[in-house]
């Protein structure tokens, strides 16, 4: 037997998944019921306290089904998200660890051949910006297919940041490729590092994009462009090569352990 390294459990272990949510008349309590899977199990109900979840969340509570994702003791709701439709919205935030830049993760899988693989990814949290869901976040799982090319940059060959696979013959790279120019990542070349995330994301933050997305099955399955009605340019640097940046902190409280 070929042995295998151990790989670290999720550390969240509340309950998660598509779920009825009622609000009281009141809007004081949240019945949470989970949708009852084809094996038998789910089907778990739960009774909420609106004023033990988390601001941001009371304030987008309401009625309907929803991927609901709860605390360990079931006592709060952490994020509750649609299952499907079509929205607006803009990205939120990169997923981190509290005080630290976001960096890509590895998943290990199993093939139908009962073969183990893993690859790199990294998460990314869209935010709802209009309509009845305003203000309720979607992650957005992208693989981090990222790899050192070299491309003549004003005329010097540098190092810079490419796809490790050909968009016409790897679906997770065009799905990453239409992710980084809805979202006016590539206005120049990234100079290559072990971890573009943190550049990505403050080109992402400066560029503030919009852009319509759609929903299936609680997973965001389709990008598309949004006009603004009175868009506003922001102006960029001409490359980053060289470039430095203001030190902001572009980082969050982390999103730990998204389920997949």
């Known amino acids: 037997m070929v ?17 009825n949510v009622a609000l009281s008349k009141d809007k004081t309590k949240v019945k949470v019921t989970f949708e009852r899977k084809a094996d038998g199990s789910g089907g778990d109900e739960h009774v909420v306290l609106v004023k033990e979840c988390p601001k941001e ?8 089904n929803f991927v609901v994702k709860l605390s360990k003791e ?26 630290a830049d976001p960096s890509p993760m590895t ?17 990314v ?17 992208l693989r981090y297919n990222f790899s050192e090319e070299e491309q003549e940059v004003k005329g010097i ?9 050909q968009l016409d013959k790897s679906k997770h790279t065009a799905f990453l490729d239409e992710f980084l120019l809805i979202t006016g990542v590539w206005e120049t070349a990234i100079p290559y590092s072990d971890n573009i995330l943190p550049k990505l994301e403050q080109r992402i933050k400066r560029a503030d994009k919009t852009f319509g997305f759609i929903v299936k099955k609680g997973y965001i399955d389709t990008l598309y462009e949004q006009t603004k009605v009175t868009p506003e340019e922001t102006k960029l640097p001409e490359d980053d090569f060289g470039v430095t940046f203001d030190s902001d902190d572009l980082t969050d409280d982390p999103i730990d352990d998204i389920p997949f």
């Open 157 to 165: 060959m540098r190092k810079v940041a490419g796809y490790s696979k």
């Open 125 to 141: 949290m869209i935010e709802i910006i209009e309509g009845e869901c305003k203000g309720m976040q979607i992650p957005l799982f």
């Open 107 to 123: 998943k290990v899988s199993t093939n139908k051949e009962g073969q183990t693989y893993s690859y790199l990814f990294f998460v």
């Open 57 to 64: 969340v009371q304030a987008y509570l309401r009625s309907g």
């Open 3 to 19: 042995y295998r390294p151990p790989v670290k459990k999720s550390a969240y272990d509340g309950l998660s998944g598509a779920a």
């Open 74 to 99: 079931s006592d709060k709701i952490y994020s509750l998200s649609p299952t499907g439709g079509m929205f607006v919205g803009k990205v939120a935030k990169f997923s981190s660890k509290k005080d």
